[in-house]
């Protein structure tokens, strides 16, 4: 199974932060690599796909970037509705992997 | 635009089992790739399984192999995931989602958007 991993597990920022999150795979996904956001008791929402791809709908302060084993999500201006969980996830094969989670909190 | 609704909450017993339902609006559940993922409280994302449209089969991870089942009714529009023999380790929260190819240029990836609104499910004697 491909492990997925984050960095920081957590982080405290102001609103107005640029914010970069970490990801890595233990083996080369290619761009198959994908960032969703959680709220406390609701749903994942998908945030960047293939890596660097933002979803329909989603502000433009997000971005993603990276290949192979090493990715990363940046909030451009951290606005008080980023704060939540962030996961990465691998769908290179499956199982389908997620990273353990990155809290984002108001410092 | 896709919608997926879940079924309600449930309560079991150790050794029971539970069958969540995820109904598709917006979309036909043939067109889709279902997948469940679990969320115990205060944890992280875990993936149960789902449709791989590159095997053409439901796949499951292998730490739930043998306890659940993965159907469709294309006819309602609705999946559902079974685990059976439930243990007190299986509350959670369990959401289906669907699973697309995403292809942007020279990259490409799959991903799971959108997902259900998320069914708890609390084991307890």
């Known amino acids: 199974d491909i492990q997925m991993t984050q960095s920081p597990s957590s982080l405290s920022a102001s609103v107005g932060d640029r914010v970069t999150i970490t990801c890595r795979a233990s083996?080369?996904?290619?761009?198959?690599l994908n960032w969703y956001q959680q709220k406390p008791g609701k749903a994942p929402k998908l945030l960047i796909y293939?890596?660097?791809s933002l979803q329909s709908g989603v502000p433009s302060r997000f971005s993603g970037s990276g290949s192979g084993t090493d990715f990363s999500l940046t909030i451009g201006s951290l606005q008080p509705e980023d704060f939540a969980t962030y996961y990465c996830?691998?769908?290179?094969?499956?199982?389908?992997?997620f990273g353990p989670g990155t809290k984002v909190d108001f410092k | 635009q896709v919608h997926l609704v879940q079924s309600g909450a449930e309560v079991k017993k150790p050794g029971a089992s539970v069958k969540v339902s995820c109904k598709v609006y917006?979309?036909?559940?043939?067109?889709?790739?279902m997948q469940w993922v679990r969320q115990a409280p205060g944890k992280g994302l875990e993936w149960m399984g789902g449709?791989?449209?590159?095997?053409?089969?439901?796949i499951y991870a292998q730490k739930f192999q043998g306890r659940v089942t993965m159907t469709e009714d294309t006819a309602t529009d609705t999946a559902y995931m079974e685990l059976s023999s439930l243990r007190f380790e299986d509350t959670a929260v369990y959401y289906c989602?669907?699973?697309?190819?995403?292809?942007?240029?020279?990259?490409?990836?799959?991903?799971?958007?959108?997902w259900g609104q998320g069914t708890l499910v609390t084991v307890s004697s």
């Open positions: 989602a669907t699973e697309w190819l995403g292809i942007v240029g020279a990259t490409q990836s799959y991903y799971f958007d959108p």
């Open positions: 917006g979309s036909t559940l043939s067109e889709s790739s």
């Open positions: 449709f791989d449209p590159e095997e053409g089969e439901t």
């Open positions: 083996q080369s996904i290619s761009s198959y």
């Open positions: 293939s890596a660097s």
């Open positions: 996830q691998q769908t290179y094969n499956t199982p389908r992997t």
